[in-house]
């Protein structure tokens, strides 16, 4: 079979985003779609399909077969990135996970990603969150796309792996690695007293909460709803999110007058009154951006 393959708008727009000429790993591959889509169209000549699962990665497998295109997509087997070598690609796509689980993906294989190391990224839950480790971690959000598909609303982040948090990286583990020798050649690590060498424990030190200040700076310099709903979306007006934004005031506002009807105004019913208020005022924000 050498027919090109048809694949969700989605899944277009992931492929899009990647950059011509790099080498992928498509985490969580179900059916190979994505992985034939890139290399169909010339985005790329080499890519990893990895999934955790066997089945789905069986027919991948057999997708890639049919498509003639086993030389340049290699299946594998693994949880994440533990499957893929440093250095052997320079793009990552992950898709249709929640945000917590493609955090908990990130954070195991974050030393598995180089110099500028490409994310393509479509989280598809707990968003603040995800945003705000992407920021923690050094990985740069370069921009957000948003659509809507089969009455569904999806968020795709282009990222890159900040090198300056990789150098840090770098030099941390170069600082540790010399404490442990120095400490290992004078018997102290046998005494717990890997940290004798005060000038080695200050710059590593200072390195790490020099980091850290820039991390917490990255987050602040996010308002709320950017964190929620994305800034580059924002910035943009985007038409899909602006829609988005007035269903969820609809929704929020039809929950509030629901839970302010309701005879028992118990303590729990009042709590979720102040949180919806407080989304309300959020979104009331964000849509305050268009009229700028």
Request: hydrophobic share 30%.
């Amino acid at each position: 079979m050498n027919n090109i393959i048809n694949i969700s708008e989605r899944l277009k727009c992931v492929a899009s985003l990647v950059n011509k000429g790099a080498r992928v790993a498509d985490i969580g591959t179900d059916h190979a779609y994505l992985p034939i889509y890139l290399v169909q169209n010339g985005i790329s000549n080499k890519v990893y399909a990895c999934d955790v699962r066997k089945e789905p990665l069986r027919r991948a497998k057999l997708h890639i077969d049919e498509y003639g295109l086993s030389d340049k997509i290699t299946t594998k087997l693994c949880d994440g990135l533990k499957g893929i070598n440093k250095g052997d690609v320079d793009t990552v796509t992950i898709c249709g996970m929640g945000g917590k689980l493609m955090k908990n993906i990130l954070k195991a294989g974050i030393d598995k990603l180089g110099d500028n190391t490409q994310l393509v990224l479509s989280a598809q839950s707990e968003l603040k969150d995800f945003r705000k480790y992407l920021l923690e971690t050094g990985i740069d959000i370069k921009s957000e796309h948003m659509l809507l598909e089969d009455g569904k609303y999806y968020f795709i982040f282009d990222c890159v792996y900040n090198t300056q948090d990789e150098y840090y990286l770098n030099v941390t583990n170069i600082q540790q690695n010399n404490i442990y020798e120095n400490a290992a050649s004078a018997g102290d690590i046998h005494n717990n007293n890997i940290y004798n060498n005060d000038s080695h424990k200050e710059d590593y030190d200072k390195e790490d909460n020099d980091k850290k200040n820039n991390d917490n700076k990255k987050i602040t310099a996010y308002a709320e709803e950017e964190l929620r709903y994305g800034r580059y979306l924002l910035d943009n007006k985007s038409e899909v999110l602006y829609e988005y934004l007035n269903k969820e005031l609809t929704s929020c506002n039809n929950i509030r007058n629901s839970l302010i009807n309701n005879k028992e105004q118990s303590i729990s019913i009042k709590s979720r009154i102040h949180a919806i208020d407080d989304d309300i005022a959020v979104i009331n924000k964000a849509l305050g951006r268009w009229k700028e």
